[in-house]
């Protein structure tokens, strides 16, 4: 199966920037997402961009997508404690399976 | 967008027993899929839920140890079977084809599994 690599921890203080990567191995994915897991929650779909897109935003949410280097990338701007979180990024493989990446534990120092 | 509930949200069974977990969404979907969330790890797709015909598994679960059922368009269950320590995880469905998503997955909140 592929990979989908992300670094464990983020720590940033509220009002700055969190920026959350992730790395995949499956050049034919058609879909990366973004969920959100709360503590004791289930997965919050935050966002997703399409293979064919360098970038894409939504509200305080900015998505980055490298196809060269395979590399994803979620910019939270003016991150609040609210904010904090794991954060899974997800390829999709073939026509329904998601690959999910080991997840980012966003914390967000007041 | 649609509402998808899990019961129970949370047990503790004891090591040999069975635990069936359900799934309901407020409307019609086309897929559904069942993960594991193992303690501190990502999640592992186990199978998709198929309506009418026999659950889709991954490499690496079988139906003896957890089989699914999928009797209609907005519901599914999951049985844990003859568990044991190793089973203590956050059990999630998820469903696809909520109307113009058809593209995205959306997950119940989750029923998180100790068994001692």
């Known amino acids: 199966g592929e990979d989908v690599e992300q670094s464990l921890f983020l720590s940033v203080r509220e009002g700055d920037s969190s920026v959350i990567n992730c790395t995949y191995t499956?050049?034919?994915?058609?879909?990366l997402y973004w969920y959100k897991q709360e503590p004791g929650a289930g997965l919050q779909l935050l966002t997703y961009?399409?293979?064919?897109?360098d970038m894409k935003q939504d509200q305080r949410l900015t998505v980055l997508l490298n196809k060269k280097d395979k590399h994803l990338s979620l910019r939270i701007a003016d991150t609040q404690t609210g904010d904090s979180a794991i954060y899974f990024c997800?390829?999709?493989?073939?026509?329904?399976?998601?690959?999910f990446g080991t997840g980012t534990r966003l914390k967000v120092l007041a | 967008s649609a509402v998808i509930s899990q019961k129970p949200s949370r047990d503790i069974c004891q090591r040999g027993t069975s635990l069936t977990i359900q799934c309901q969404v407020d409307?019609?979907?086309?897929?559904m899929f069942w993960y594991r969330q193992q303690p501190g790890q990502s999640l592992t797709l186990i199978a998709t839920?198929?309506?009418?015909?026999?659950?889709?598994?991954e490499s690496g679960f079988v139906i003896d140890k957890f089989p699914i059922s999928r009797p209609n368009l907005t519901f599914s269950t999951l049985t844990v079977s003859n568990m044991s320590p190793e089973d203590s995880s956050i059990y999630l469905c998820?469903?696809?084809?909520?109307?113009?998503?058809?593209?995205?997955?959306?997950f119940g909140p989750g029923t998180r599994l100790t068994v001692l």
């Open positions: 998820s469903v696809e084809g909520l109307g113009q998503g058809r593209d995205e997955q959306f």
């Open positions: 499956d050049s034919s994915s058609t879909y």
């Open positions: 961009i399409f293979s064919n897109m």
């Open positions: 997800a390829e999709r493989e073939g026509t329904y399976k998601y690959i």
């Open positions: 409307s019609q979907v086309t897929m």
């Open positions: 839920a198929n309506q009418g015909s026999e659950a889709t598994y």
